[in-house]
């Protein structure tokens, strides 16, 4: 057994991902240590770095996919509301 430790860095990917992770907090409330919990990482064999997976990445976007469609139909649905409520008001 080796007394040596092994040193990990972070890739540029896993740093976006985490500051991905935070605005996704901040944006739906939800706490950014769940989010945190959830993230899928591994070592990169040519850099040796450490970075999201491709299946957790894959995740990740439809995630965001289905919230963007989400608040795309809320706001359709409140520009609806508020033509009609216009209209009620002529």
Do not use: C
């Amino acid at each position: 057994m080796s007394n040596e430790k092994r040193v990990l860095k972070l890739g540029d990917d896993t740093l976006s991902m985490i500051r991905e992770l935070l605005q996704l907090a901040l944006l739906t409330g939800t706490n950014v240590v769940d989010h945190y919990r959830l993230l899928e990482l591994e070592i990169d064999d040519a850099t040796g770095k450490i970075v999201p997976t491709t299946e957790y990445i894959e995740k990740y976007n439809l995630t965001v996919q289905t919230l963007s469609d989400k608040a795309t139909e809320l706001q359709a649905q409140m520009e609806a509301m508020e033509t009609e409520t216009t209209e009620e008001a002529n």
